[in-house]
């Protein structure tokens, strides 16, 4: 209540801050105005002091009279606006009136008239007016909302409208000469700055039984809270708690539950999140809403009602995320379930008894904002046995079904189609919760019979309109993909009963033949889409065939066989095991081998795609991960794909992947290159690829190796040889963390490094691969290759050293001969580090050696070069020499003659033909060609100079003309000159 004491206070503030903003002018200027001033629209001055004065007078005779007065003179004199100059002084005269209120009724007049003023426009001489009065105008206009601790209904109305008034602004009456209106948003301002709305939130609590003052005050408060300053401000007062605990007050105008919710929503929006979810989540604002909704649900018919509705079921929805909520509680979840589940599971409950939801756009949002708070309950694990009570998953159930053309459906075809694709989404939520009641409703065989559908080539136009159905529009993708997510779902519940229903309906050949028919009609509009089924495909047949490997459970029979076999009496107990551990493992193993080479065709498809698209950002990626994964739980094990895999070229395709140098895919793809590496065939494919460059596989694991080592920060010189030989795998992330004593079930840093980092699986993939015979590898390969065929031992050697250090720190002394054995044990690794870094050093040496030698025989080809190119230009001088000078040639000619001579032999077989090759009366000192005398061909056979050409082929033959015809052609048995050899 307003008490003298408080309006004093507010007086001293109000004097601090009068005293601070007029300290410029002792007399501010303000209007009294006559009836001419009026009529001009001018300030007549005035000394507000003397009213300040007047207003703190008491005891004397006729006081109140003059009092009263000289406010509505005042009251007058600003009926055009309120100087900003003048503000504080004018607020501190209606605080003196609100002081007097409770002794003297007649000042409450006096209130109302300069409350009323107050929403009219603030002016401003000078521009800068708004900065200068920028503190008074908060603290006065914060005052509005202490003065709503008077008890009188009608002042409360009136600061409610001057406050909503700012809100509204309107241009002043009349022009003042000298002033002009203050900005339309600086009343807003002020009243963020003096803190108004925590005041309007705090008077609530005043106003439990005064229905229009509340709605008043909701209705301010709904303006304030369209400001994200005054929502916090609000949020802090407790303003969401003691809204929602009122929603429920009898109101027949049924404004205070429609403010109310727009309040609710601004806080939620505009304040921070989880402290507004946190004062809502108590029993009291439950049950409130929980009321709320259930009489607008049964009994709201309107649109408006409607759409209250949903409002208030979003409201409940948000607040459901909290898990601390007490939903179950209040009995909020049990009504909500039944709620989104009476049209599709008949119910006897009365709150639900002939209700009937219309096809209305109301209806149709409450039905899928019912279907998204059961997947927000979900969440929380008490609430599955009111799941099952409420048969959610048979309701849900009741859309995974092709839609049925006489059946009469009270949604459009549009509606139900997204009304379908969000029950199939809702139930990839909760139907791992509800394995049981899952399978009792064959939810396997009925998603599957859904695929079947969705693949067919059955004529269904799709609307595509709605968030589930993206990139649905005229096809059955956006049903296919919801779809194969719950089989994702189910499957990776590792569920044995499940997996095995689904193995048995053909699951595995069910999504094979969808993959190859996708594959078979690319859609390029549809692309990421398309992407995402395909991967989801993947995964669940990976998820089919997990940890179901051939090879391991072979291993498992062969040592129950050796573990029985030598014991007398226990043959009987070993086949025994065996039977008994059979079906199982041929159940298992027969997954794989039903993932076949048609599966093994569809992973080698994906691998074949453009590295280049796993940039492009439409999921491309994803699928590679997928398909890397199926490579592991669905080829991996099983012999028969093995082989079909590496007779296709995977391994290749594997390490192709492997050479794009992508850290994300790496780790994985070595992995299973590990696995591979037990196929006694693999080894060959390995060492036969070649990358770019001729590059081997052994060269890119090593290059793998270096590079990984450099992003560990691991310590190397320039030529990549060990530096530190007591820890040669060190990387500097070990070297930062000090060793502390473990537990004994908690691993070292050492042994972590193995799993956090490559280099162990290309320890394991090259060891396979035998580290002496790897082709294609450089020097610097083969000293990196040092170190990781050391591997192992230096891993050995730092886990026994972490152990000497544990010791240490623990201060234990352990007795003599365990002290030798452990520095023994450290001894030999060091050693083993100084013999690897020996052994790179002579690599090193020996490589500079052959480069050397190579240098030099480089040298010694570019010498015999110049050497030719010398002996070239010395044979063309003495060529030249030889037609220039006449005695050279003659000198040269007897020189070639008697070479000639030498070279004869002197003794000639009898009965030989000689042929002569020289050529009398050629003077050269050149090698001749073969040299062929033949007579001239007669005219009349060649047919003069015209006969080749277009023009003799006119002409009548003539002698000398054209070519003539001859009877025959007489051959010479013998050539009058020989042809020399």
Same mark, same amino acid.
């Given at each position: 209540?307003?008490?003298?004491?408080?309006?004093?206070?507010?007086?001293?503030?109000?004097?601090?801050?009068?005293?601070?903003?007029?300290?410029f002018?002792q007399i501010?200027?303000?209007?009294?105005v006559?009836?001419?001033?009026?009529?001009?629209?001018?300030?007549?001055?005035?000394?507000?002091?003397?009213?300040?004065?007047l207003l703190?007078?008491t005891d004397?005779?006729?006081?109140?009279?003059?009092?009263?007065k000289?406010?509505?003179?005042?009251?007058?004199c600003?009926?055009?606006?309120?100087p900003?100059?003048?503000l504080?002084?004018i607020?501190?005269?209606?605080?003196?009136?609100?002081g007097?209120?409770?002794n003297?009724?007649?000042?409450?007049?006096? %209130?109302?008239?300069?409350?009323?003023?107050?929403?009219?426009?603030?002016?401003?001489?000078?521009?800068?007016?708004?900065?200068?009065y920028a503190?008074?105008?908060?603290?006065?206009? !914060?005052l509005?909302?202490?003065?709503?601790?008077?008890?009188?209904?009608?002042?409360r109305? @009136?600061?409610?409208k001057?406050?909503?008034?700012?809100y509204?602004?309107?241009p002043?009456?009349?022009?003042i000469?000298?002033?002009?209106?203050?900005?339309?948003?600086?009343?807003?301002q002020?009243?963020? *700055?003096?803190g108004?709305?925590?005041?309007?939130?705090?008077?609530?609590?005043?106003?439990e039984?005064q229905?229009v003052?509340?709605?008043? *005050?909701l209705?301010?408060?709904q303006?304030?809270?369209?400001?994200?300053?005054?929502?916090?401000?609000m949020?802090?007062a407790?303003a969401a708690?003691?809204?929602?605990?009122?929603l429920?007050?009898?109101? /027949?105008?049924?404004q205070?539950?429609f403010?109310s919710?727009?309040?609710?929503?601004?806080l939620?929006?505009?304040?921070?999140?989880?402290? &507004?979810?946190q004062?809502?989540?108590?029993?009291? #604002?439950?049950l409130?809403l929980?009321?709320?909704f259930?009489?607008?649900?049964?009994?709201?018919?309107?649109?408006?009602?409607?759409?209250?509705?949903?409002d208030?079921l979003?409201?409940?929805?948000i607040? %459901?995320?909290?898990?601390?909520?007490?939903?179950?509680?209040?009995?909020?979840?049990?009504?909500l379930?039944?709620?989104?589940? +009476?049209?599709?599971?008949k =119910?006897?409950?009365l709150?639900?008894?002939?209700?009937?939801l219309?096809? =209305?756009?109301?209806? +149709?949002?409450?039905?899928?904002?019912?279907?998204?708070?059961? &997947?927000?309950? #979900?969440?929380?694990l008490?609430t599955?046995?009111?799941?099952?009570?409420?048969?959610?998953?048979?309701?849900?159930?009741t859309?995974?079904?092709?839609?049925?053309?006489?059946?009469?459906i009270d949604?459009?075809a549009?509606q139900?189609?997204?009304?379908?694709?969000h029950?199939?989404a809702?139930?990839s939520?909760v139907?791992?919760?509800?394995?049981?009641?899952y399978?009792?409703?064959q939810?396997?065989?009925? *998603?599957?019979a859904?695929?079947?559908?969705?693949?067919?080539?059955d004529?269904?136009?799709?609307?595509?309109?709605?968030f589930h159905?993206?990139?649905?529009?005229g096809?059955?993708?956006?049903?296919? $993909?919801?779809?194969?997510?719950?089989?994702?779902?189910?499957?990776?519940l590792?569920d044995?009963?499940?997996?095995?229903?689904? #193995?048995?309906?053909g699951?595995?050949?069910?999504?094979?033949g969808?993959?190859?028919?996708?594959?078979?009609?690319?859609?390029?509009?549809?692309? !990421?889409?398309?992407?995402?089924?395909?991967?989801d495909?993947l995964?669940?047949?990976?998820?089919?065939?997990?940890?179901h490997? @051939?090879?391991?459970?072979?291993?498992?029979?062969?040592?129950?066989i050796?573990f029985?076999?030598?014991?007398?009496?226990?043959?009987?107990?070993?086949?025994?095991n065996?039977?008994?551990?059979?079906?199982?493992?041929?159940?298992?193993a027969m997954?794989?081998?039903?993932?076949?080479?048609?599966?093994?065709d569809?992973v080698?498809?994906v691998?074949?795609?453009?590295?280049?698209?796993?940039q492009?950002?439409l999921?491309?990626? *994803?699928?590679?991960?997928?398909?890397?994964?199926?490579?592991w #739980?669905?080829?991996?094990?099983c012999?028969p794909?093995?082989?079909?895999f590496?007779?296709?070229?995977?391994?290749?395709l594997l390490?192709?992947?492997l050479?794009?140098?992508?850290?994300?895919?790496?780790?994985?793809?070595l992995?299973?290159?590990?696995?591979?590496c037990?196929?006694?065939?693999? !080894?060959?494919?390995?060492? %036969?690829?070649?990358?770019?460059?001729?590059?081997?596989?052994?060269?890119?694991?090593?290059k793998?190796w270096r590079?990984?080592?450099?992003e560990?920060?691991?310590?190397r010189?320039?030529n990549?040889k060990?530096?530190d030989?007591?820890?040669?795998l060190f990387?500097? +992330?070990?070297e930062? @963390?000090k060793?502390?004593?473990? /537990?004994?079930?908690?691993?070292?840093?050492?042994?972590?490094?193995v799993?956090?980092?490559?280099?162990?699986?290309i320890?394991a993939?090259?060891?396979?691969?035998?580290?002496?015979?790897?082709?294609g590898l =450089?020097?610097?390969?083969?000293v990196?290759l040092?170190?990781i065929?050391r591997y192992l031992?230096?891993k050995?050697?730092?886990i026994w050293?972490?152990i000497?250090e544990?010791?240490?720190?623990?201060?234990?002394?352990p007795?003599?001969t365990?002290?030798k !054995?452990?520095?023994a044990?450290?001894?030999a690794?060091?050693?083993?580090?100084?013999?690897?870094?020996s052994?790179?050093?002579?690599?090193?040496e020996?490589?500079?050696?052959?480069?050397?030698q190579?240098e030099?025989k480089?040298?010694a080809k570019?010498?015999?070069t110049?050497?030719?190119?010398?002996l070239?230009?010395k044979s063309?001088?003495?060529?030249?020499? $030889?037609?220039?000078?006449?005695?050279t040639?003659?000198?040269?000619k007897?020189? @070639?003659e008697? %070479?000639?001579e030498?070279s $004869?032999?002197?003794?000639?077989?009898q009965?030989?033909?000689?042929?002569q090759?020289?050529?009398?009366?050629?003077?050269?000192?050149?090698?001749?060609?073969?040299?062929?005398?033949v007579?001239?061909t007669p005219a009349?056979l060649?047919?003069?100079?015209l006969?080749?050409?277009d023009?003799?082929?006119?002409?009548?033959p003539?002698?000398?003309g054209?070519?003539q015809r001859?009877?025959?052609?007489?051959?010479?048995?013998?050539?009058?000159k =020989?042809?020399?050899?």
């Amino acid at each position: 209540m307003w008490t003298e004491e408080a309006g004093a206070t507010a007086e001293a503030q109000e004097s601090g801050i009068r005293n601070k903003s007029s300290s410029f002018s002792q007399i501010p200027v303000v209007g009294v105005v006559t009836e001419d001033d009026e009529a001009q629209g001018v300030f007549k001055p005035m000394d507000l002091n003397r009213v300040i004065k007047l207003l703190e007078e008491t005891d004397k005779d006729g006081l109140e009279e003059k009092q009263l007065k000289f406010v509505k003179k005042l009251v007058r004199c600003y009926q055009n606006g309120l100087p900003l100059r003048d503000l504080a002084q004018i607020f501190k005269i209606l605080n003196l009136c609100a002081g007097k209120i409770k002794n003297q009724p007649h000042f409450i007049e006096s %209130a109302y008239d300069i409350i009323k003023l107050c929403g009219l426009p603030f002016l401003k001489k000078k521009v800068s007016d708004e900065i200068t009065y920028a503190e008074d105008t908060a603290n006065s206009i !914060a005052l509005l909302g202490d003065l709503m601790k008077i008890p009188s209904s009608e002042l409360r109305i @009136q600061i409610c409208k001057c406050i909503v008034d700012f809100y509204h602004a309107e241009p002043p009456k009349k022009h003042i000469p000298g002033y002009q209106q203050a900005s339309s948003s600086y009343k807003i301002q002020m009243a963020e *700055v003096g803190g108004l709305a925590k005041t309007m939130v705090q008077s609530m609590t005043l106003l439990e039984n005064q229905l229009v003052e509340k709605l008043w *005050v909701l209705k301010v408060l709904q303006h304030l809270s369209t400001s994200e300053v005054n929502c916090t401000i609000m949020m802090k007062a407790q303003a969401a708690s003691g809204i929602c605990t009122h929603l429920n007050d009898p109101d /027949p105008s049924g404004q205070l539950l429609f403010r109310s919710s727009e309040i609710l929503w601004n806080l939620l929006e505009k304040s921070s999140k989880e402290e &507004v979810i946190q004062q809502l989540s108590n029993l009291e #604002c439950l049950l409130a809403l929980k009321e709320v909704f259930k009489n607008l649900f049964m009994r709201g018919f309107s649109h408006y009602d409607r759409q209250l509705r949903n409002d208030i079921l979003v409201i409940t929805t948000i607040i %459901a995320q909290n898990p601390e909520a007490p939903m179950i509680e209040c009995g909020f979840t049990k009504d909500l379930i039944l709620f989104a589940t +009476f049209n599709e599971v008949k =119910s006897q409950n009365l709150l639900v008894k002939g209700l009937k939801l219309s096809n =209305s756009y109301e209806d +149709f949002e409450l039905k899928k904002l019912l279907f998204n708070v059961i &997947v927000i309950l #979900c969440k929380d694990l008490p609430t599955v046995q009111l799941l099952i009570d409420g048969k959610v998953i048979l309701a849900l159930f009741t859309y995974v079904k092709k839609p049925e053309k006489q059946k009469i459906i009270d949604w459009s075809a549009a509606q139900y189609e997204e009304l379908q694709l969000h029950a199939i989404a809702t139930l990839s939520s909760v139907a791992p919760l509800l394995i049981e009641e899952y399978m009792s409703c064959q939810g396997n065989a009925r *998603v599957l019979a859904f695929l079947e559908w969705c693949e067919s080539e059955d004529p269904f136009f799709s609307h595509g309109n709605s968030f589930h159905g993206t990139g649905g529009r005229g096809n059955k993708f956006a049903q296919m $993909r919801y779809s194969l997510r719950l089989l994702r779902a189910m499957v990776y519940l590792e569920d044995e009963t499940v997996n095995k229903d689904l #193995c048995e309906k053909g699951t595995i050949q069910q999504m094979i033949g969808i993959f190859k028919n996708i594959i078979s009609k690319p859609n390029e509009k549809e692309e !990421a889409i398309v992407l995402e089924i395909q991967s989801d495909i993947l995964l669940i047949l990976s998820g089919l065939c997990e940890n179901h490997i @051939q090879r391991k459970l072979q291993a498992l029979i062969q040592l129950l066989i050796v573990f029985y076999h030598p014991v007398p009496g226990l043959l009987w107990k070993n086949n025994h095991n065996l039977a008994y551990w059979e079906p199982e493992l041929n159940s298992k193993a027969m997954r794989k081998e039903i993932f076949g080479t048609e599966g093994v065709d569809i992973v080698l498809h994906v691998m074949k795609t453009d590295p280049r698209k796993l940039q492009s950002g439409l999921g491309y990626n *994803v699928l590679l991960f997928s398909t890397l994964d199926s490579i592991w #739980c669905c080829i991996l094990g099983c012999y028969p794909s093995e082989d079909y895999f590496l007779e296709k070229e995977g391994i290749f395709l594997l390490l192709d992947l492997l050479a794009l140098n992508q850290k994300k895919f790496c780790n994985l793809i070595l992995g299973i290159m590990v696995e591979f590496c037990d196929n006694p065939k693999t !080894a060959a494919h390995v060492n %036969a690829w070649q990358g770019k460059k001729d590059q081997t596989a052994a060269s890119l694991l090593i290059k793998l190796w270096r590079k990984e080592e450099k992003e560990l920060g691991v310590k190397r010189d320039k030529n990549r040889k060990i530096i530190d030989t007591k820890k040669p795998l060190f990387t500097s +992330f070990q070297e930062e @963390q000090k060793i502390i004593p473990l /537990p004994p079930n908690c691993p070292s840093i050492a042994v972590m490094d193995v799993s956090e980092n490559i280099r162990a699986k290309i320890y394991a993939i090259l060891g396979k691969l035998d580290f002496e015979n790897l082709p294609g590898l =450089s020097a610097e390969d083969f000293v990196t290759l040092c170190i990781i065929h050391r591997y192992l031992d230096f891993k050995i050697g730092e886990i026994w050293n972490e152990i000497y250090e544990e010791i240490k720190l623990e201060k234990l002394r352990p007795v003599t001969t365990d002290k030798k !054995a452990l520095e023994a044990i450290i001894t030999a690794s060091e050693n083993i580090g100084k013999m690897v870094a020996s052994l790179q050093s002579e690599i090193i040496e020996s490589q500079a050696r052959q480069d050397v030698q190579n240098e030099q025989k480089v040298y010694a080809k570019i010498q015999a070069t110049h050497k030719q190119r010398e002996l070239a230009n010395k044979s063309w001088e003495n060529f030249l020499a $030889r037609t220039s000078n006449a005695k050279t040639l003659k000198k040269a000619k007897r020189l @070639q003659e008697k %070479a000639i001579e030498a070279s $004869r032999h002197h003794k000639r077989p009898q009965n030989a033909i000689f042929h002569q090759t020289d050529i009398k009366g050629l003077n050269t000192t050149v090698p001749s060609g073969g040299v062929v005398t033949v007579e001239s061909t007669p005219a009349r056979l060649v047919g003069g100079p015209l006969a080749d050409t277009d023009i003799a082929l006119k002409k009548l033959p003539i002698r000398g003309g054209a070519l003539q015809r001859v009877k025959a052609v007489k051959i010479v048995d013998t050539p009058k000159k =020989s042809i020399p050899t």
